[in-house]
């Protein structure tokens, strides 16, 4: 159980263009989702955090109009990365959370962006 | 987020128990410690989560001392399909992970 399924899991695109990244809670529903960026050799950061149906909260430095988060219903998140630039090329991770007290994160198994 | 600091690497061999330490002193009365890895280019999987009891399950065990301050992550079994970053996180409420450089565990056959 408890299974997160992540898509598309790579994708290339070119500069300029914008990019939709799925992430889907299978067999259960979650109250909320996180994305996590994450740069080769280097440690997953928490970009964004997102309950369904409000607006999500952003990390520090992280542009909310750059990356477009929609948690539209408990088992679906979207982030768009819009006006994708090559520095934008990086692992994206979601996980999402199931609303019981202490129970943990659920991640998917990420996309490859890169940005030509 | 109560600071947690693992060593940057480990070595273990095939076949034996594989113990990663990870140091909460921070820690608050009613935080749980989480264990989660990641295998390269995978998503992080998680393992075990704690609160001051030990805790066993298929994957491994984890070990609290007494006072909370610090952990053991045992695989007891390692594979070389264990090998890994392993990340040991604290989190400030329930489900806001944050990740830090986790401990790079590598099997040896």
């Known amino acids: 159980g408890a299974v997160v399924s992540q898509h598309p899991s790579w994708v290339i695109c070119k500069s300029g263009t914008s990019v939709k990244i799925e992430c889907r809670s299978l067999?259960?529903?979650?109250?909320?989702m996180f994305w996590y960026r994450q740069f080769p050799k280097q440690s997953l950061m928490l970009m964004a955090t997102?309950?369904?149906?409000?607006?999500?909260?952003?990390e520090q430095g992280v542009e909310k109009d750059k990356f477009l988060i929609n948690h539209a219903s408990l088992t679906l998140s979207t982030l768009t990365v819009t006006s994708a630039h090559p520095e934008d090329s990086s692992f994206y991770i979601c996980s999402a959370y199931p609303g019981l007290d202490n129970s943990p994160l659920h991640f998917g198994n990420g996309t490859r962006l890169t940005v030509t | 987020d109560a600071k947690t600091t693992q060593p940057p690497s480990m070595d273990c061999a095939e076949g034996r128990a594989a113990n990663l330490p990870c140091n909460h002193s921070?820690?608050?009365?009613?935080?749980?410690v989480y264990w989660y890895r990641q295998i390269h280019s995978q998503g992080p999987q998680y393992i075990i989560h704690g609160l001051k009891n030990n805790e066993t399950n298929e994957m491994a065990s984890l070990i609290i001392t007494e006072d909370r301050k610090s952990s053991t992550l045992i695989l007891p079994h390692a594979t070389l399909r264990d090998t890994a970053v392993y990340y040991c996180i604290v989190p400030r409420y329930n489900n806001d992970m944050r990740f830090g450089a986790g401990t790079r565990l590598t099997v040896k056959p």
């Open positions: 067999d259960f529903q979650a109250t909320t």
């Open positions: 997102s309950n369904e149906g409000s607006k999500a909260t952003y």
């Open positions: 921070t820690i608050s009365g009613n935080e749980y």
